[in-house]
């Protein structure tokens, strides 16, 4: 394994038809040195991670290696179409190719209809007819199913067997034994008579006929192909929609003036003009003016939310009702947008274990057939059978043995659920993540921005000096913590508004508080433990005043020098409406909720006693919250973890799931396994229901693909499928974890209005 940095790369790779075709271009990516790749059939890439020792020529030439073509997704800086969703990056050009699917589908369908009735019904048999079926069989078997023989003499060339293959043999087979029959049997007498059945037949090999089988088995195919790509255009347009979302040009303010220009020209740092109806270019702070936004295409929330000076605004959403200028923050693949198309990305090209077992059974699952039919065609030859009956049941099995529904069966459920969510602002990573959610028992909610709306107020002043807000405002101005904000807000919102006082000598103390001088005297701020370690003793008058503010709910913050606390700061943090019946919602999933917070215990249990929250854990260090995710884990409990700030980072990581507020920091957001966009409390029940609804359908289709080729096979061996009747159950099974997939659309977070 190469030692050097690794990179990662998508491939978009054209020619896969199954389970076995992922295996083996997996396999050949693989033999490079360093080099390890997930491949997905439902949207047809790569995902590859490989050492600076190879190129991303060597990687497509190791796919073509291997019978497919292969192209490097390029990074865009914008994301603009460009989802996993198509294996495109232009959503129209796959139109004609499905277009032109269809039409053979269509043309196939109307030429095999009359060959299978002719051969089901005796009595419309007329003089000839088989040359009849003959005619209009060979168009089908040959044009019709050019796509699978095609695949197959592409993958033999490559020395590989596929889902492809046995279509190729079962089809081949079937009408090459009608013309041997016709043209040197006795099938091409006048006069013949055609029975069908759903079994065996037993009859003259030389008067035996199979076109229905060919022609009907082509067009069974041909449906479910083309109902699989349908279903998967329709899986990802939701999120394709989204990413068609980002503005194509911006208008800027240089100078005064107004310059009109393309969405790439946009750098940080400039300041852009956003008129009613238009939508936001980037992601940016607003400099000036106010509007509603509506936010429906990145959270699901059909409210608009109100933004003014100040507030940060999120590219792709659309203001109405008013003129902002905005200055950008981040352009390109660093906005929001990207990042959720990223996740979204990462999420569908990812496999859970089932999947990936699913995968290796089919590597070896064609070649397997092959044989097991040629030992069918044998057992039945040699126990006396005749050998129109001995040739059916050796079709029978090719045809009906195909795995390609075990390719389909993640992928394409994976498709539906991340897109379905996305268009709901709810981000999965990818089936790691579905695995998880299944198993979790246990909720742990990080206080501030998670149940409480992180906006803190300073709602209430008690001091023993005149100027111990002053210099506490001074003190945190240079601090970028919530608390801190909230001083220095009520501060300059107060009756004294004077300039605020240069600091030195500064110290933050993470969790616990700051130090520093102030026009002369060293100056403490944070818990009145910290105040007590830095020499400041609490009055009687600020300790019941600090006494009544955690009572209250609120958190107390002391300011103080010259060894004696000075003041009491009350603040106030608002719980999220709608925190309480997220609770409960929870409960009803059968989680325990846990709040987990760095405040004070009075103030976490008022907080947890407003949401209905039973246990709590507070007075805990951002450095502790990976340990008291720990010890839950020891008890024997699976922990789901959520929070928004960069000191729960590591308790995302730590946590059985991470669940990511989408308001908090980008630390946080990379550590999770699950990012909702709207930062509602509401929305992490939404997630665990979406995920346990997605990993069912998984799980439901791999149950339904392998117990369809279990139960199947003995009985095509056994003579008891006519070869027609195989290939159509196997083309329902395609389509049968297609549509059960896409039932997942139908799911709708609870608490939001659409």
Request: hydrophobic share 50%.
């Amino acid at each position: 394994m190469s030692t050097t940095e690794a990179q990662t790369a998508t491939l978009d790779i054209a020619g896969m038809t199954c389970a076995s075709c992922v295996a083996r271009v997996e396999k050949r990516l693989q033999k490079l040195d360093g080099v390890t790749a997930e491949v997905n059939l439902a949207t047809e890439r790569a995902r590859v991670s490989f050492p600076e020792t190879i190129t991303a020529e060597q990687l497509v030439a190791a796919v073509e290696s291997a019978g497919y073509s292969a192209t490097v997704v390029p990074e865009r800086r914008t994301p603009v179409v460009g989802s996993d969703v198509e294996h495109s990056d232009n959503v129209d050009a796959d139109t004609p190719e499905l277009h032109a699917l269809f039409q053979r589908l269509v043309l196939s369908a109307v030429l095999a209809v009359p060959v299978i009735v002719l051969a089901m019904v005796p009595a419309w048999q007329f003089p000839n007819w088989q040359w009849l079926s003959l005619t209009l069989a060979a168009p089908v078997v040959v044009w019709g199913g050019y796509p699978f023989h095609r695949a197959t003499w592409r993958n033999l060339r490559h020395g590989s067997l596929t889902m492809d293959t046995l279509i190729t043999l079962g089809t081949g087979a079937a009408f090459l034994w009608s013309l041997w029959a016709l043209f040197f049997g006795m099938a091409g007498m006048p006069g013949l008579s055609h029975e069908f059945s759903l079994f065996t037949p037993n009859a003259d090999p030389t008067a035996a006929l199979y076109l229905e089988v060919a022609a009907g088995v082509t067009v069974f195919l041909l449906a479910g192909r083309y109902i699989e790509q349908r279903s998967k255009r329709s899986a990802g347009r939701a999120l394709r929609s989204l990413l068609e979302l980002g503005a194509k040009d911006v208008t800027v303010v240089r100078d005064g003036t107004h310059v009109t220009l393309p969405i790439d020209e946009l750098a940080v740092g400039d300041r852009f003009l956003v008129r009613p109806g238009e939508t936001i270019a980037t992601d940016g702070i607003v400099e000036s003016g106010s509007a509603a936004v509506d936010i429906s295409m990145l959270t699901g929330e059909s409210v608009p939310v109100d933004v003014s000076e100040g507030s940060v605004v999120t590219g792709a959403t659309i203001a109405s009702g008013g003129r902002l200028v905005v200055r950008a923050t981040r352009v390109g693949t660093d906005t929001r947008l990207a990042q959720m198309a990223r996740l979204v990305e990462s999420a569908q090209l990812g496999k859970g274990r089932a999947q990936r077992l699913a995968d290796r059974i089919s590597a070896i699952f064609v070649p397997v057939v092959i044989v097991l039919a040629l030992a069918v065609l044998a057992a039945w030859v040699l126990t006396g059978n005749p050998l129109s009956s001995a040739f059916t049941a050796a079709v029978a099995v090719l045809i009906i043995a195909c795995p390609c529904a075990l390719g389909l069966a993640t992928p394409v459920a994976l498709l539906v659920g991340t897109s379905r969510g996305a268009e709901f602002g709810i981000l999965i990573t990818g089936p790691e993540a579905l695995e998880q959610a299944k198993g979790i028992d246990t909720v742990v909610l990080d206080k501030t921005g998670t149940v409480t709306t992180g906006q803190m107020t300073l709602t209430r002043v008690a001091t023993t000096h005149a100027d111990a807000l002053h210099r506490a405002a001074s003190l945190e101005a240079a601090s970028e913590h919530p608390l801190a904000r909230a001083i220095v807000a009520g501060a300059d919102g107060g009756a004294d508004k004077r300039a605020l006082d240069p600091v030195t000598e500064f110290v933050s103390t993470a969790g616990l508080g700051v130090t520093g001088t102030v026009d002369g005297v060293r100056v403490v701020v944070g818990r009145p433990s910290f105040a007590a370690e830095h020499g400041c003793v609490l009055p009687d008058s600020s300790r019941d005043a600090v006494h009544a503010a955690e009572a209250a709910g609120a958190t107390a913050v002391v300011v103080g020098w010259d060894g004696e606390v000075r003041g009491v700061l009350e603040i106030t943090d608002r719980v999220k409406p709608g925190a309480r019946a997220a609770v409960d919602r929870l409960r009803s999933l059968g989680l325990t909720p846990v709040l987990l917070t760095g405040d004070n215990e009075r103030a976490a249990h008022a907080v947890a006693a407003q949401v209905g929250i039973d246990r709590v854990i507070a007075g805990v260090m951002p450095e502790q919250k990976v340990e008291e995710i720990r010890r839950l884990q020891a008890t024997g409990s699976q922990v789901a973890m959520v929070g928004d700030g960069v000191n729960d980072a590591a308790a995302l990581a730590t946590a059985n799931l991470g669940i990511a507020m989408g308001s908090g920091s980008d630390a946080a957001i990379s550590a999770a396994d699950i990012t909702l966009v709207r930062s509602e409390l509401g929305g992490v029940a939404d997630a665990v229901e979406l995920s346990r609804r997605t990993l069912s359908s998984i799980r439901g289709n791999l149950f339904w693909a392998f117990a369809y080729n279990v139960a199947a096979l003995p009985l095509a061996a056994f003579g008891l499928l006519n070869p027609m009747v195989a290939g159509a159950a196997m083309a329902f099974s395609s389509v049968f974890v297609v549509l059960n997939s896409l039932r997942l659309r139908s799911f709708s977070p609870r608490d939001v209005a659409r």
